[in-house]
């Protein structure tokens, strides 16, 4: 019988679109697959997304790059940035010594190496144990003329609504 030599289980009737369908399923799955890893490997060989400033002085931008402005201020080379946001043109970081935010040219940073980001915990753990002697944090400030709604008297309590209206002293 000719329909037994088109099956690839008895019974069941084989079909060429179902065939290149199943396959089109399977390569599509593993690039999506082989895509995950290859982005899961660039962003642990990035260092947990540490960098270094490459250039010799970077652009510093807090709120974002504009035409006709200038930079907020510059960034000396090999200072240390947290990568926030990669981006083609410039990507947002953070300062590691401040924790400031801001934007720089992507060209002008690179991966941090190993031997910088250590000096740079050195440096930190040293700092750390200095300001532990100290009373209160050097970054800790308050601004009393906040408008901070926490901080806001709450408005005066209005007499109950049953009382009938008060009548001016005199009549």
Same mark, same amino acid.
């Given at each position: 019988m000719k329909w037994r030599g088109a099956c690839l289980i008895t019974g069941v009737p084989y079909s060429r679109l179902?065939?290149?369908a199943a396959v089109l399923l399977a390569i599509l799955s593993l690039s999506c697959t082989a895509t995950h890893q290859a982005h899961t490997a660039t962003s642990a060989s990035q260092g947990g997304k540490i960098f270094a400033v490459s250039a010799d002085a970077a652009a510093f931008y807090r709120h974002g790059p504009e035409q006709g402005r200038?930079? +907020?201020s510059s960034l000396a080379k090999d200072t240390?940035?947290?990568l926030i946001r990669p981006s083609f043109g410039y990507s947002k970081i953070q300062l590691v010594s401040s924790g400031e935010k801001g934007y720089v040219l992507s060209d +002008?940073?690179?991966p941090a190496s *190993? =031997?910088?980001?250590a000096a740079a915990n050195t440096?930190? &753990?040293e700092n750390t144990a200095t300001v532990a002697h100290t009373f209160? =944090? *050097?970054r800790e400030t308050f601004n009393i003329n906040s408008d901070d709604p926490r901080l806001v008297p709450p408005p005066e309590q209005l007499p109950p609504p049953d009382l009938p209206p008060? &009548? *001016? *002293?005199?009549q």
């Open positions: 179902a065939a290149l200038d930079p +907020d240390l940035v947290r +002008d940073i690179k *190993p =031997s910088l980001i440096v930190a &753990t209160g =944090s *050097p008060q &009548t *001016p *002293p005199g």
